[in-house]
């Protein structure tokens, strides 16, 4: 006998419906890596990758936007060009650029533990969501500096100067739409 649920399907499985999200903010992340900008004195480009890791992290909270970003790294380890400029491979994780992508899964993970704290603290909202994203985004760059330091063996007054300040403005302007877009709407 075949007895019908009532309740919605999206209701009656959320660990798949978390794990489509999960891989989209993954090909959104990919994505976001061809939307670059290049900068002449940095081997670092603007690109849309930190918006979506921001999402991620805030609407998918620390467990599925962690994962949506290693899922990403994973993509570009085994050879898909998911990295900045269609890069891939591992010596890109161990280049100048890598700490970056290591980053990313911190920064999606620590943004949404925050998240998750604040919701049970019924905290969140606009303001919440972006000091939580701001301090997702000072986890990725503090990565992506330290191994842009190492890597390119450059001092950190340099290292900050070419892989940190100059994208600080857009960063400001991410983390305010990102923000914004993870308050307003819900998963």
């Known amino acids: 006998m ?10 009656r499985t959320p660990e798949l419906r978390m794990m ?3 891989s989209l903010f993954a090909a959104l992340a990919a994505v976001g890596a061809y939307i670059q900008i290049p900068i002449p004195f940095s081997p670092v480009p603007v690109t849309l990758q930190v918006f979506f890791v921001l999402l991620a ?3 998918l909270k620390s467990k599925w936007g962690g994962l949506s970003m290693i899922v990403y790294t994973l993509l570009g380890i085994a050879g898909l060009p998911v990295f900045a400029g ?3 491979g591992m010596g890109v994780l161990f280049g100048p650029t890598g700490g970056y992508i290591t980053g ?3 920064a999606a993970y620590a943004i949404g ?6 919701e049970k603290a019924d905290k969140s909202g606009l303001f919440i969501n972006a000091l939580n994203m701001s301090a997702g985004v000072l986890i990725l760059y503090a990565c992506g500096f330290i191994q842009l330091m190492l890597v390119a063996d450059m001092g950190p007054g340099t290292a900050l100067a070419l892989g940190v300040i100059p994208f600080l403005p857009g960063e400001i302007v991410k983390t305010g739409v990102a923000a ?7 998963l």
């Open 2 to 11: 075949y007895i019908k649920n009532k309740e919605p399907y999206f209701n």
């Open 20 to 22: 489509v999200f999960a």
């Open 57 to 59: 992290g805030s609407m």
């Open 86 to 88: 269609g890069s891939s």
């Open 104 to 106: 990313f899964i911190l």
């Open 113 to 118: 533990k925050l998240s998750e704290k604040a």
């Open 180 to 186: 914004y877009i993870a308050s307003t709407y819900k």
